[in-house]
T-cell receptor
Framework: DTGVSQDPRHKITKRGQNVTFRCDPI?????LYWYRQTLGQGPEFLTY????????KSRLLSDRFSAERPKGSFSTLEIQRTEQGDSAMYLC?????????????FGPGTRLTVL | AQSVTQLGSHVSVSEGALVLLRCNYS??????LFWYVQYPNQGLQLLLK??????LVKGINGFEAEFKKSETSFHLTKPSAHMSDAAEYFC??????????????FGKGTLLTVNP
């Protein structure tokens, strides 16, 4: 049983560059979530998908952020024109919606540093 | 909107001592509550969850938590701390939509240090 995987684990970029992160959920899971965690804080919800449909986006997700989940499998999170304030750990989680329980399993995260 | 408050950003205990990490929540509907643990440079691992069944919930690694509706609390305890318990712990509450829970709202976390 493979868990949630994320790639890359670390990304260093210069301000103004675009970056893209990938998340591969647990294979049978139909829900996929993105969270952002800054230093000293708990994770904050960004967006989630049920299958390929993006059902909610947080106000934290500015126009520079876009997420996709084509075919309801893996997901990508792209940040355009990165800013230093985007430096954070980006966490992906997946769950199987069944009986309303929806336990979320987290990946190891992608740590983004914007110089 | 739901919210979580974790009292104490840093808790230090001796090995073998009781661990008590505090969590209070705010929710307009019966909540689902969770405790997650995060080791350095890793993702979050679920310790335990409350989903409206038994109020005393047992989790992995000897941890347990008690849901107290009257106090809106869900404190995490472990009778005897091990060095391997040193990590950051997050309490979370789940929002509801369309008859199912989905996004998690986390507290700011409590860093647990275990002294030999």
């Amino acid at each position: 049983d493979t868990g949630v995987s994320q790639d890359p684990r670390h990304k260093i970029t210069k301000r103004g560059q675009n970056v893209t992160f990938r998340c591969d959920p647990i294979s049978e899971h139909n829900r996929l979530y993105w969270y952002r965690q800054t230093l000293g804080q708990g994770p904050e919800f960004l967006t989630y998908f049920q299958n390929e449909a993006q059902l909610e986006k947080s106000r934290l997700l500015s126009d520079r952020f876009s997420a996709e989940r084509p075919k309801g499998s893996f997901s990508t999170l792209e940040i355009q024109r990165t800013e230093q304030g985007d430096s954070a750990m980006y966490l992906c989680a997946s769950s199987l919606l069944a009986g309303g329980r929806n336990e979320q399993f987290f990946g190891p995260g992608t740590r983004l540093t914007v110089l | 909107a739901q919210s979580v408050t974790q009292l104490g950003s840093h808790v230090s205990v001796s090995e073998g001592a009781l661990v008590l990490l505090r969590c209070n929540y705010s929710s307009s509907v019966p909540p689902y509550l969770f405790w997650y643990v995060q080791y350095p440079n890793q993702g979050l691992q679920l310790l335990l969850k409350y989903t409206s069944a038994a109020t005393l919930v047992k989790g992995i690694n000897g941890f347990e938590a008690e849901f107290k509706k009257s106090e809106t609390s869900f404190h995490l305890t472990k009778p005897s701390a091990h060095m391997s318990d040193a990590a950051e712990y997050f309490c979370a509450v789940s929002d509801w939509s369309g008859g199912s829970n989905y996004k998690l709202t986390f507290g700011k976390g409590t860093l647990l240090t275990v002294n030999p």
